[in-house]
């Protein structure tokens, strides 16, 4: 299932006023297909992603997973649908120090009523690299190893919608070019439409199409060589 942003805004309250941080956003992205996104500081990209993982209900505008418009949802079928159709990964992997990978990625399964997914976590630790150290915790495991576990525990309950903040940020340039690398293939294998926001540009070519923001506005994201 794509992902469709359809004239999104959202504001904050700002003092007296409201500050904007997304000033009409359109976006598009095909299942099996990574939109990047770039630009400065404070310029919407977080506020982009919160609102696409249905964390964020937005002023205005319209996001749809599939066909599904999740603003017009009730609260408890949109708590449905980020469990099932959104996998989210943070810059910081927030793994529970007590559980073992493998733990980490049932856990998901449990939450989503109480599903067993014991071999699919196994073949996606597998995917990410880990199938010999699905039984570590996360302090026996390095900072790029973390992120891993933190992806393929997104991607557990195969969602549609893939949404990426600035996953290698901890990370040095080799990790991390690893991870890019492995989350553009699980997005081509896996079909998950995917939101990367980066500040690596080092590998920006492999995305599908890059957009830039800048002041809460999204340019038209250009298609790159690899889409
Ligand atoms: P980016 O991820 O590009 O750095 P953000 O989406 O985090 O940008 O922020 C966009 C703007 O919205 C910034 O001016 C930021 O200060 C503001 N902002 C973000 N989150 C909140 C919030 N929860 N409450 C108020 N203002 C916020
Ligand atoms: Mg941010």
Redesign the pocket.
Do not use: P, Q
């Given at each position: 299932m794509s992902l469709t942003l359809d004239t999104v805004t959202l504001t904050?309250p700002?003092g007296d006023g409201r500050?904007t941080?997304l000033d009409e956003v359109g976006l598009v992205v095909p299942a099996g297909t990574t939109t990047a996104l770039v630009?400065p500081?404070?310029?919407?990209?977080?506020?982009l992603l919160a609102v696409a993982a249905t964390l964020v209900t937005p002023d205005r505008g319209r996001i749809l997973v599939g066909g599904t418009d999740t603003v017009a949802l009730r609260p408890a079928e949109r708590a449905v649908l980020r469990r099932r159709e959104i996998g989210i990964v943070f810059q910081q992997p927030n793994l529970l120090p007590s559980l073992t990978a493998l733990e980490q990625l049932e856990l998901m399964g449990r939450l989503d009523g109480g599903r067993r997914v014991t071999g699919r976590a196994r073949d996606l630790l597998g995917a990410v690299g880990l199938g010999d150290l699905a039984h570590r915790r996360p302090h026996q495991l390095s900072g790029g190893q973390r992120q891993r576990v933190n992806i393929a525990r997104a991607l557990v309950n195969e969602p549609s919608v893939l949404l990426v903040d600035e996953p290698t940020s901890a990370l040095d340039h080799e990790r991390g070019a690893a991870v890019l690398g492995l989350l553009f293939r699980l997005t081509r294998e896996r079909g998950t439409a995917t939101v990367l926001?980066t500040h690596d540009r080092a590998r920006l070519d492999e995305a599908d199409a890059v957009g830039e923001?800048h002041d809460g506005r999204l340019a038209a994201p250009a298609a790159t060589t690899a889409g």
């Open positions: 904050y700002d500050l941080a630009g500081s404070g310029s919407g990209k977080s506020s926001v923001m």
